[in-house]
C-alpha cells in the first residue's frame, strides 16, 4: 500500500511515546503520535515499541535533538524498520510481516528497528522490544504512514560537477574515519576553507555527521538524509550522487565525504570506489587502518582493484612509530596519526587538492609537504 495515499484508517490509536530515533528525524515526528495496527514490513517505516526490559550496556538511543538516552523497561520509542549486518555489533534483517505485539529488537545506537539474526558477545543479547503500531502522520486531510523516504534528498544518476571529494575510507568500523574526517574539517576550515562532510554509507546515526559540523563544517549529510536505513544490499552510487549533489549547493571549496565500514563487506563501500565519475571527482584517499595487515591489504586492494593512489594511511596502525615506519617503508605511502600529527594531515592533503586540482581557489598552506 503506497504511504500517499492510504485513506483515514477506522483502527488508529493515540499512543504518547518517550524517545524518538535519530534515524526518524526528517519525519518530524513528535512525542503523540497515531499509530495504525497494519504494519509494512519494509525498510525505512517508523514503528512505536515498547522496551521489554533494561540492558546494562549499549542500551541507548540517540533521539532526534542528538541526545543519548537510556532506554529503560516500559519505554516507548519510534523507530525505524531496517536491517543491519555489523561486524562489531548486531545483525538483523526485518521480517516478512510484523503485527502488534510481535517481539522485535533495537539493532543499534540510532534506532533501527528489526529481527536480531546475531547477536555480539562484547554487547550481549539485543534489547527485545514490542511492536505497538506503526507511526502515521496527516497529510492533507489524509492519515500516511511515517517513512524516511518520503523526506529524503532525491538521488543523482550523474554528477557533472563538484567540488574536489576526499574520500576517507577504512578497513572495517572503528577505525578512525570520523576522527580523520573531523581533524581535517577543523584544520581546512582555520585556513579559511568552505568544507562540507558527508557520510555516505552505513547503518543510520547521526552522531557523525553532527560531530563533523561541530568541528566547522559548512553543511553535513548523511545516507539517512538519503532515504536509506543501512546502506546493505542497495545501489549506492546514485544515493551518494545526489548527497554530494546536496552539499554542492552550499559551495563548498571541498567536500569530505566518510565510507562507513570497510571496503570488504555489504554496505557498498567497493561500489563507491570503484565509481568511475567519483573517481573523476575524488582527489585524494585517506585510508583508516587498525593492523599492518589491514593497511598492506588497503595498498594492494587500492592499486590493483580502484586503480587509485592513497594519499595517506591514518587510523590505530599509526598510533606508534612501528606501524608509521613500515607503512613508509614498506608501502611508500604517507602515515600520519589523525590524533597526534593534525598539523601534518591537513597539510597534506591541502598539498595534494592544491597540486591535483588546478582550478581549486585554496588559500596556500606554505609548507612543503
Not at 28 to 55: F, M, P, Q, W
Not at 90 to 96: K, W
Not at 196 to 201: D, F, I, N
Not at 225 to 230: P, R, Y
Amino acid at each position: 500500500m503506497s504511504s500517499s495515499i492510504m485513506p483515514l484508517l477506522q483502527h488508529h490509536t493515540v499512543h504518547d511515546v518517550d524517545l524518538i530515533a535519530s534515524t526518524a528525524s526528517r519525519c518530524g515526528l513528535t512525542n503523540e503520535v497515531v499509530l495504525s495496527d497494519h504494519v509494512i514490513a519494509e525498510e525505512g517505516y517508523c514503528v512505536a515499541v515498547r522496551a521489554l526490559h533494561d540492558k546494562a550496556q549499549y542500551n541507548q538511543l540517540e533521539c532526534t535533538d542528538g541526545s543519548f538516552q537510556t532506554i529503560q523497561a516500559g519505554d516507548v520509542l519510534v523507530g525505524v524498520l531496517g536491517e543491519r549486518q555489523a561486524l562489531k555489533g548486531y545483525s538483523g534483517r526485518i521480517p516478512r510481516s510484523i503485527a502488534p505485539g510481535d517481539t522485535l529488537n533495537v539493532l543499534n545506537l540510532g534506532g533501527i528497528v528489526g529481527q536480531c539474526t546475531s547477536d555480539h558477545p562484547d554487547l550481549g543479547p539485543a534489547l527485545e522490544v514490542e511492536v505497538l503500531g506503526a507511526v502515521l502522520v496527516q497529510s492533507n486531510d489524509q492519515w500516511t504512514y511515517a517513512r524516511i523516504q518520503d523526506y529524503a534528498i532525491e538521488p543523482a544518476f550523474s554528477l557533472d560537477t563538484s567540488a574536489p571529494l576526499v574520500m576517507v575510507s577504512g578497513t572495517s568500523m572503528n577505525t578512525g574515519k570520523t576522527k580523520a574526517v573531523c581533524t581535517l574539517v577543523e584544520g581546512l576550515t582555520a585556513a579559511g576553507l568552505r568544507v562540507a562532510t558527508g557520510k555516505l554509507t552505513g547503518a543510520s546515526l547521526k552522531r557523525d555527521t553532527r560531530t563533523m559540523q561541530a568541528h566547522g563544517a559548512i553543511a553535513s549529510a548523511s545516507f539517512t538524509d538519503a532515504g536509506v536505513v543501512a546502506s546493505t544490499n542497495k545501489q549506492m552510487a546514485p544515493l551518494a550522487k545526489g548527497l554530494i549533489a546536496h552539499l554542492n549547493e552550499h559551495h563548498p571549496d571541498v567536500c569530505l565525504l566518510e565510507l562507513g565500514d570497510g571496503f570488504i563487506g555489504y554496505y557498498g563501500v567497493d561500489e563507491l570506489l570503484r565509481d568511475k565519475e567519483l573517481q573523476h571527482f575524488t582527489t585524494a584517499h585517506v585510508v583508516a587502518a587498525v593492523d599492518l595487515a589491514g593497511a598492506w591489504a588497503a595498498d594492494h586492494l587500492f592499486r590493483d582493484r580502484y586503480r587509485a593512489d592513497i594519499a595517506v594511511m591514518t587510523g590505530p596502525v599509526t598510533d606508534n612509530a612501528v606501524g608509521k615506519q613500515y607503512i613508509r617503508n614498506e608501502l611508500g605511502i604517507p602515515a600520519l596519526n589523525a590524533r597526534q600529527d593534525a598539523t601534518a594531515l591537513t597539510e597534506l592533503i591541502a598539498h595534494t587538492l592544491e597540486t591535483t586540482s588546478p582550478s581549486w581557489n585554496a588559500h596556500p598552506f606554505g609548507v612543503a609537504v
